[in-house]
């Protein structure tokens, strides 16, 4: 064995050693961590080289609308950037989307592998999760729609460098609290739980200075106009509007949605007073729907005035606070960001962990324990997109909040964020953290997975990731 190799064995590995405290090696392995199992392949080497990027966002409201909709509240989007650097690319998409289905992930990342050179591993598919759209499983002019702002943003690539920076905002609160007369869990703000207001900011600028892009991050459910059964963009649309409008029309601004599966906006009290009045309403014809939901504003009376003063005003809240949010990235991107890079490699991998999974056997939205019986495995996919130092965890699942906050802890990297409901959709319902099990939440009861496994499952196989493109 050479000197030479020997001098940057040990660099590699003094490195590692001072990144995590501890030693991991970034080969070959298979871990079983609390009832998950995955595997990992060794990966191929990463160059820094020059960074080109380009961005580009396309229309996708549907036409004609669904029946359930009654109208468009605002236009909803498919919005890209993708990077290149050293010969390798990779996109990052933010659709405004309840959810992505794994089918329209698949079809989307193949035809971008094959026709744009951008490897599926190298590619971030996030839903907004605004609950004012249609749910598409399969559709291909959904997909064509989709498609068309990656190989828009690949045209436009340019010489570029990128920063990364960090703010606060205020506008989530756990949404999971102890009703004050039936003592039990239920849905309201909860100042005092598990909550965090970091908003994680990439800028992607030319070598001037002049912006192309913004990546943003932050955790928070898009549920601000849900009742109204408009088409909605709902407070992620509202944001990266008003930042592209701030910055210039051809500046687009993708939000990835974080760990959001216990976060509702702040300010929330028009959904909670719209949905005792569908309480009442329902209850007058004989049916009960105190411990149930039905979707959207289904059974609303909105010839009641008190009604359509509320959906007014949640009209309104989205637009207040998707200005906040945004106000927040632009004050990152003027004030927060370090210094920008030119250079910067990028890597991708991903891979599945799988936990025990459960069927629940009653029904009930909150407050009383669930009864489940086993059942086959849950399936959760895992990304991990790396550009320079920059690090985005993926994970195809609503997840709570502390999840993420324990993978940025443990990351070996400052520059870590979350992003959820990311290339595909895993049957698992919401993914709880392993202490919210003794919670009667409506997310926890409805869970497939069994308490004890997905949070390290998630947290270590993301950090597993990091090591092996390293």
């Given at each position: 064995?050479?000197k030479?190799?020997?001098?940057?064995?040990?660099?590699?590995a003094?490195?590692?050693?001072?990144?995590?405290?501890?030693?991991r090696?970034?080969?070959a392995?298979?871990?079983?961590?609390?009832?998950?199992?995955?595997?990992?392949?060794?990966?191929?080497?990463a160059?820094?080289?020059?960074?080109?990027?380009?961005?580009?966002?396309?229309d996708?409201?549907p036409?004609?609308?669904?029946?359930?909709?009654?109208?468009?509240l605002?236009?909803?989007?498919?919005?890209?950037?993708?990077v290149?650097?050293?010969?390798?690319?990779?996109?990052?998409?933010?659709?405004?989307?309840?959810g992505v289905?794994?089918?329209i992930?698949?079809e989307?990342?193949?035809?971008?592998?094959?026709?744009?050179n951008i490897?599926?591993?190298?590619?971030?598919?996030?839903?907004?999760?605004?609950?004012?759209?249609?749910?598409?499983r399969?559709?291909?002019?959904?997909?064509?729609?989709?498609?068309?702002s990656?190989?828009?943003?690949?045209a436009?690539?340019?010489p570029?460098?990128m920063?990364?920076?960090?703010g606060?905002?205020?506008i989530?609160?756990?949404?999971n609290?102890?009703?004050?007369e039936?003592?039990?869990?239920w849905?309201?703000?909860?100042?005092?739980?598990p909550t965090?207001k970091?908003?994680?900011?990439?800028?992607?600028?030319?070598?001037?200075?002049e912006?192309?892009?913004?990546?943003?991050?932050?955790?928070?459910?898009?549920v601000?106009?849900g009742?109204?059964?408009l088409?909605?963009?709902d407070?992620?649309?509202?944001?990266?509007?008003?930042?592209?409008?701030?910055?210039?029309a051809?500046?687009?601004?993708?939000?990835?949605?974080?760990?959001?599966?216990?976060q509702?906006p702040?300010?929330?009290?028009q959904t909670?007073?719209?949905?005792?009045?569908?309480?009442?309403?329902?209850a007058?014809?004989?049916?009960?729907?105190?411990?149930?939901?039905p979707?959207g504003?289904?059974?609303?009376?909105?010839?009641?005035?008190?009604?359509?003063?509320l959906?007014?005003?949640?009209?309104?809240?989205?637009?207040?606070?998707?200005?906040?949010l945004?106000?927040?990235?632009?004050?990152?991107m003027?004030?927060?960001?370090?210094?920008?890079?030119?250079?910067?490699?990028?890597?991708?991998?991903?891979?599945?962990?799988?936990?025990?999974?459960?069927?629940r056997?009653?029904k009930?939205?909150?407050?009383?324990?669930?009864?489940?019986?086993?059942?086959?495995?849950?399936?959760i996919?895992?990304?991990?997109?790396?550009i320079?130092?920059?690090?985005?965890?993926?994970?195809?699942?609503?997840?709570?909040?502390?999840?993420?906050q324990?993978?940025?802890q443990?990351?070996?990297?400052?520059?870590?964020?979350?992003?959820?409901?990311?290339?595909?959709?895993?049957?698992?319902?919401?993914i709880?953290?392993?202490?919210?099990?003794?919670?009667?939440?409506?997310e926890?009861?409805s869970s497939?997975?069994?308490?004890?496994?997905a949070?390290?499952?998630?947290v270590e196989?993301?950090?597993?990731?990091?090591?092996?493109?390293?």
């Open positions: 064995m050479s030479q190799f020997m001098n940057r064995s040990l660099v590699a003094a490195q590692k050693l001072l990144a995590r405290l501890g030693v090696f970034a080969a392995r298979v871990l079983a961590i609390a009832g998950a199992s995955v595997c990992l392949a060794a990966p191929m080497a160059h820094a080289g020059p960074l080109s990027v380009g961005a580009a966002k396309v996708i409201t036409s004609p609308l669904p029946d359930n909709f009654r109208g468009v605002d236009p909803i989007y498919a919005r890209a950037i993708v290149e650097s050293d010969g390798t690319r990779a996109a990052m998409i933010t659709i405004d989307a309840g289905s794994t089918d992930w698949k989307v990342s193949s035809r971008a592998a094959n026709e744009l490897p599926v591993d190298q590619m971030m598919l996030t839903a907004t999760h605004t609950h004012s759209v249609p749910y598409v399969e559709n291909a002019a959904y997909v064509e729609l989709i498609y068309q990656v190989k828009d943003a690949a436009a690539l340019q570029a460098r920063a990364y920076g960090t606060v905002s205020y989530n609160v756990n949404r609290i102890i009703d004050p039936t003592r039990r869990w849905e309201g703000p909860n100042y005092d739980g965090d970091t908003v994680a900011v990439v800028r992607f600028e030319t070598p001037t200075g912006p192309i892009a913004v990546y943003y991050n932050y955790g928070v459910h898009a601000l106009t009742n109204l059964d088409i909605s963009g407070l992620p649309g509202a944001t990266s509007t008003y930042i592209e409008e701030s910055l210039g051809d500046v687009v601004a993708v939000y990835s949605n974080g760990a959001a599966g216990d509702n702040i300010y929330f009290q909670y007073d719209l949905r005792a009045i569908r309480i009442d309403d329902y007058a014809r004989g049916e009960d729907i105190s411990n149930a939901m979707p504003g289904k059974g609303m009376d909105r010839s009641n005035p008190k009604v359509a003063k959906m007014e005003q949640q009209k309104q809240m989205k637009l207040s606070m998707g200005q906040m945004g106000e927040e990235v632009l004050h990152v003027r004030r927060s960001l370090e210094r920008p890079v030119s250079d910067a490699s990028i890597r991708g991998m991903r891979k599945t962990v799988s936990c025990p999974g459960r069927v056997l009653d009930g939205r909150a407050g009383y324990a669930g009864q489940y019986e086993d059942a086959d495995p849950v399936d996919q895992l990304s991990l997109l790396k320079g130092d920059t690090v985005i965890g993926g994970v195809n699942g609503e997840v709570f909040t502390t999840i993420a324990r993978f940025k443990e990351s070996p990297y400052k520059h870590t964020m979350m992003t959820t409901l990311t290339n595909g959709s895993a049957r698992s319902g919401y709880p953290n392993d202490a919210a099990y003794g919670q009667y939440t409506f926890v009861i497939r997975l069994k308490p004890g496994c949070e390290t499952a998630i196989g993301l950090v597993e990731l990091i090591d092996a493109v390293e």
